[in-house]
């Protein structure tokens, strides 16, 4: 199976900063990956696949990039509403896998 | 409005076996590969298996620690998707989600979750 790694596995931010969230792949996986947001309580949500295609309806402050092993997520002027635990999940090939996750908290 | 939610999570026994649905609507849930996916408490996501559509012959996929034990199906007739677990282990004890595959030429990701549905295996 592919291990994904992300880091770092916590963050502490403030509002209106900018901050990147990176996940390894332990072998490539081309541009096959993607990123969800979590909220205490509340399922995931899509926030970005294919390395770098924004969701519909997922504000342009989130953006992805990376290609093969190594891929960031980047916020670009952090809001209230964005302090969640982030994922990314890679679907080169079976079985699908998860990173452990980016816990964003409010510093 | 676009929609899973899934039923059928409760306490189970170690062995015991449970059937979860996910029943959805909002969406030709025929057209789409369907995900469960899992979430221990605390803990991150973990995949559990897929089911292709019918062109892809309703095939599955499963996570390894799932495989044998979890059988994954679904009923177009009926907008459902099912998880039946066998021999159920304390350590499926988690958050199960049901999950669409959003899929393009090359790319796949689960752009709508249910709620998901609680299953504790404890004696």
């Known amino acids: 199976a592919i291990r994904m790694t992300q880091s770092p596995s916590s963050l502490s931010a403030s509002t209106g900063d900018r901050v990147t969230i990176t996940c390894r792949a332990s072998?490539?996986?081309?541009?096959?990956l993607a990123w969800y947001q979590q909220k205490p309580g509340k399922a995931p949500k899509l926030l970005i696949y294919?390395?770098?295609t924004l969701q519909s309806g997922v504000p342009s402050r989130f953006s992805g990039s990376g290609s093969g092993t190594d891929f960031t997520l980047t916020i670009s002027c952090l809001q209230s509403e964005d302090f969640a635990t982030y994922y990314c999940q890679q679907y080169y090939s079976y079985p699908v896998t998860f990173g452990q996750g980016t816990r964003l908290e409010i510093k | 409005e676009v929609q899973v939610v899934e039923s059928g999570g409760g306490l189970v026994q170690p062995g015991g076996s449970l059937r979860l649905s996910c029943t959805a609507s909002g969406f030709t849930f025929s057209d789409h590969y369907m995900d469960w996916v899992r979430q221990a408490p605390g803990k991150g996501l973990e995949w559990v298996g897929r089911?292709?559509?019918?062109?892809?012959?309703?095939?599955?996929e499963y996570a390894a620690s799932v495989k044998g034990r979890f059988t994954i199906s679904r009923d177009d007739s009926k907008n459902s998707l099912y998880l039946q677990m066998n021999s159920l282990k304390t350590e499926d004890t988690a958050l199960y989600y049901c999950?669409?595959?959003?899929?393009?030429?090359?790319?796949?990701?689960?752009?709508?979750w249910g709620q998901g549905t609680m299953v504790t295996v404890s004696s």
């Open positions: 072998q490539g996986i081309s541009s096959s």
């Open positions: 999950t669409r595959v959003t899929r393009g030429g090359n790319y796949y990701a689960f752009d709508i």
């Open positions: 089911t292709r559509d019918k062109p892809n012959s309703y095939t599955t």
């Open positions: 294919a390395a770098s």
